[in-house]
């Protein structure tokens, strides 16, 4: 994967559980996450690997195939490493991410999408996200907010910084913009597509789905509208042509049209007509 920056939907799945891990697939997701850490318990940990191996060596799908593997420096994520290097996936995705656990996965194999989800993962974010391997970050608000003491709340202040300081971060590194935070209530499509939309609104160009009914509600919102890329080919056109007259600056609407506008718009169009599997 030599980029992720179409990718809305990171949908993740039981790695003990393959008929999950099917579903998940068929779900629409951009991107799926067999996961070996949280959601399997240590009992289950070394069948997960062998659930996992054989569906990425059978695996025929344009949906991008990651792997969550346990953290780096407990009990498991050794075992998870040697099973990944012989059957690697698309790409890995590594829980508490620090500069230090990245760099403890080495230089070569898949890319890596990190997730910040204590207060030294956010800290270093930057860090983290100018490895080479790096790709993408994920902001992990449950084991964050327990360790920060947050309260959650309906207006989502509680994660703003982190929200922004992951934007500002990514983009300064130079990797695409993060995957907003999971939406835990599996019945709240409202609450969803609102923190979906005010994601966007603060740079996020994705988010992490549990549940493969979210995917269709995070695609949607994640992606540009009609009306977008219909304002966006009105800004270029508009632009172009003041251009060809000489003009710097232009107005639609009555708004002032320049390049940071255009530009803008530019990047509206590119995402509206890219496909995720154009990618791998």
């Given amino acids: 994967m030599s980029s992720a920056s179409s990718i809305r939907s990171l949908l993740f799945a039981p790695g003990n559980d393959a008929r999950m891990l099917e579903k998940a697939l068929e779900s629409g997701a951009d991107a799926v996450v067999a996961d070996l850490e949280d959601a399997v318990p240590a009992s289950e940990k070394g069948r997960a690997r062998e659930i ?3 569906l990425i060596a059978g695996a025929h799908t344009e949906t991008l195939l990651a792997v969550r593997l346990n953290a780096v420096g407990t009990a498991f994520w050794e075992d998870d490493l040697r099973m990944l290097s012989a059957f690697p996936p698309g790409a890995l995705v590594l829980p508490k991410a620090t500069p230090e656990g990245v760099a403890a996965l080495g230089v070569d194999g898949p890319p890596l999408i990190g ?3 204590t207060a030294e993962g956010l800290r270093l974010a930057y860090e983290t996200a100018s490895s080479p391997r790096t790709v993408a970050l994920v902001l992990g608000a ?6 920060l003491g947050l309260e959650p709340r309906p207006d989502g202040q509680e994660v703003l910084f982190a929200r922004s300081k992951l934007v500002v971060d990514s983009i300064a590194a130079g990797i695409r913009s993060p995957f907003d935070l999971v939406h835990v209530d ?4 409202e609450g969803l597509e609102a923190e ?6 603060l740079g996020l160009r994705g988010k992490a789905c549990i549940h493969p009914a979210q995917v269709e509600i995070v695609n949607r919102v994640f992606s540009p509208s009609d009306e977008e890329a219909d304002r966006a080919r009105r800004i270029v056109r508009a632009y172009e042509q003041g251009r060809a007259e000489g003009r710097g600056v232009v107005s639609l ?5 320049d390049l940071p506008v255009v530009e803008r718009a530019r990047q509206v169009l590119a995402a509206s007509e890219r496909s995720p599997s154009d990618e791998y």
């Fill in 196 to 201: 979906c939309r005010l994601a966007r609104s």
């Fill in 52 to 54: 996992v191996r054989d």
């Fill in 142 to 147: 449950v084991d964050l907010g327990l360790e």
């Fill in 186 to 189: 599996l019945r709240d499509d």
């Fill in 253 to 257: 609407d009555g708004k002032m049209i």
């Fill in 115 to 117: 997730i910040a989800e």
